[in-house]
């Protein structure tokens, strides 16, 4: 098992077990070229190559050129270097607060008891079951699926199935999210969230134009809103076994490292699918069809609408398209950081109100920079962020609120269903 960072390929089988941040986040680096992965979850690049030099056999690769400025870059440099002191003036190690826990376990107590309401049939449990378990996941499963909950690897590997069971699956979610959307965001055929209808929605205006795109808003907002859970949690998992066990490219053909993954959390995976299959299931077995109708379509349907709401509008705007420079393959890398800040849109950036309930995805730039930073900090770091940002001539696209960047969304899906529409 391999992976690359600045040009050079380390075998890291032997370190895969000793890496200190546990097996599940070295293992999205394997079987590629993981330079931005390593500087986005590390603090220093340079002592990281230094471990990985000492204990793991390794060599250069001939034909690739070093592909990240890593910390050579100033702007990232910096960013860091404003992040460590903000923290060390708070005493804070990055992760999830204790007052954060206090809350998320809240929400948890909240979710478990609309779960044994929903269980006992009570008629208004099906309304607040999507609500409730979004607010839980949301600030617990994202984080841990970026390993910013705790430093304790195996807190982050449990809190990543709060999304169980209609949000998604975290395997897939590991593909689709931390491998491919992290590391590719709004490239056209490495980034999977661009691709993630099956080619029904044209998402990018560098996809090519197809006449089932006609009426894509209309599919937007009807069919993928309705249909995001089923697909997250109950579809994806099952292409990802067939991918897995036929050698098949069904699911995300742009993430390489899917066996390496596999290999960990296959169990826990088809264990989340149970679940999420059981949920909507149960209530066909204990109601009439009407009843039961009522108990699954209803959460299930909310969740989607919900996680469509929240994680769509970011990054599928029009200004987040435009390639800041050239974009020739070399230049794709170098310009990473400043891909990070200029392929999302911010939103309600002063509010923790509006950070609790996105999870802390309204400001996004900042998320896609710092992954293994937790959200709980946003909102105090963003001014310094900005003005970091800003001091490098970077563009921080900032916008007034959730409905106008819910505004552009629209307005982008339906430009992007005329065929003569391209950046
Ligand atoms: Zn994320």
Redesign the pocket.
């Known amino acids: 098992m391999y992976t690359i960072v600045n040009g050079v390929k380390y075998n890291i089988s032997g370190f895969v077990h000793k890496h200190p941040g546990g097996t599940t986040s070295i293992l999205h680096a394997a079987g590629r070229d993981a330079t931005n992965l390593v500087a986005a979850y590390h603090a220093d690049v340079g002592s990281i190559e230094r471990v990985l030099r000492t204990r793991c056999p390794h060599g250069p690769i001939p034909a690739v050129a070093p592909s990240s400025a890593g910390e050579k870059d100033n702007f990232y440099h910096e960013l860091k270097c404003a992040m460590s002191t903000y923290l060390r003036d708070r005493r804070s190690d990055g992760k999830a607060t204790w007052a954060h826990c206090a809350m998320v376990a809240t929400f948890g107590a909240a979710t478990a008891a609309i779960w044994l309401a929903w269980w006992c049939g009570r008629w208004w449990a099906p309304l607040l079951v999507a609500p409730v378990h979004w607010l839980f996941a949301i600030n617990t499963s994202?984080d841990a699926?970026?390993f910013a909950f705790s430093r304790t690897p195996w807190v982050n590997d449990c809190l990543a199935y709060t999304a169980t069971p209609f949000l998604y699956n975290v395997l897939p979610w590991y593909f689709e999210?931390?491998c491919s959307?992290?590391a590719e965001t709004n490239v056209h055929g490495q980034d999977e969230d661009l691709h993630h209808s099956f080619g029904l929605i044209r998402y990018s205006p560098h996809a090519e134009w197809r006449w089932w795109h006609c009426p894509q808003l209309l599919t937007v907002l009807v069919g993928h809103m309705l249909f995001t859970s089923v697909v997250l949690a109950l579809v994806y998992p099952v292409l990802n076994a067939v991918d897995a066990h036929l050698g098949t490219t069904l699911l995300f053909p742009s993430v390489r490292n899917k066996q390496h993954l596999n290999a960990n959390l296959w169990r826990q995976s088809l264990l989340q699918w149970v679940v999420s299959v059981a949920t909507l299931a149960v209530p066909f077995l204990r109601y009439s069809t009407s009843m039961a109708a009522y108990f699954t379509l209803t959460p299930w349907c909310m969740a989607s609408v919900i996680f469509t709401l929240v994680t769509q509008v970011s990054h599928l705007q029009q200004e987040c398209f435009e390639p800041p420079h050239a974009n020739a393959e070399a230049d794709r890398h170098a310009a990473w950081y400043r891909r990070q800040v200029e392929s999302s849109v911010d939103y309600h950036v002063g509010s923790d109100v509006c950070r609790i309930l996105t999870g802390g995805?309204n400001v996004?730039s900042l998320?896609?920079l710092l992954?293994g930073l937790h959200p709980c900090h946003f909102t105090g770091f963003y001014p310094i962020y900005a003005h970091v940002a800003r001091k490098h001539g970077l563009h921080v696209r900032v916008m007034p609120s959730f409905a106008a960047a819910f505004c552009g969304f629209l307005t982008l899906i339906r430009k992007n269903a005329s065929p003569g529409h391209s950046n």
């Open positions: 994202h699926s970026h999210h931390g959307h992290h995805v996004q998320h896609h992954p």
